[in-house]
């Protein structure tokens, strides 16, 4: 597990490299988008970066790599609007992330479908405050159930990789 100690250069070209990843993740979706008829549901795949981040460098990184990512796209692709609902989301999804985590209590899947949800709960809080209205939370179930599919794929495909890769996942996985 690299650290901050370690070489600083080879650090920051890791976290580097990986908001450039999250980034191309968050483009290619943006490109491809999935039609599952509720706005702003999205697979988020740039969590795969995230997750990875999380787990390998630890909070701190992926705090960086996920603002990082959400501030880039939000100057290149998707304005301010974007941004801030990527990043009330975004990083409500890490912090709670990070939190479960540390508790040791929830495997990467579960810590990933937890990101998934809390994720669509910060946006639309976002949007209900932005809007002045709380009917938006009539989308809350589907969003949920989309938070809880796609967070469980993200999952399993970070927990693969990082498993394939051999960084410090434990073989026992708490169930989620």
Do not use: C, D
């Amino acid at each position: 597990m690299l650290s901050p100690n370690s070489s600083k250069a080879r650090f920051i070209s890791f976290i580097a490299l990986f908001t450039a990843l999250a980034m191309m993740f968050s483009y290619i979706e943006a490109l491809f988008p999935i039609n599952v008829g509720v706005p702003g549901a999205k697979l988020g795949i740039a969590n795969l970066a995230i997750i990875f981040v999380l787990y390998s460098f630890g909070a701190k990184p992926a705090i960086a790599v996920n603002v990082l990512r959400i501030a880039m796209n939000g100057l290149l692709f998707s304005g301010i609007f974007g941004m801030l609902f990527s990043l009330a989301g975004g990083l409500l999804s890490i912090f709670t992330m990070i939190a479960l985590k540390r508790t040791g209590l929830f495997s990467i899947i579960g810590v990933s479908i937890a990101g998934g949800v809390v994720h669509n709960v910060g946006q639309l809080l976002t949007a209900a405050l932005l809007i002045s209205n709380v009917r938006i939370f009539l989308y809350f179930p589907f969003l949920l159930f989309f938070g809880l599919i796609s967070g469980t794929i993200i999952g399993v495909i970070s927990l693969l990789v990082l498993r394939r890769l051999q960084f410090m996942i434990p073989q026992e996985e708490p169930s989620v």
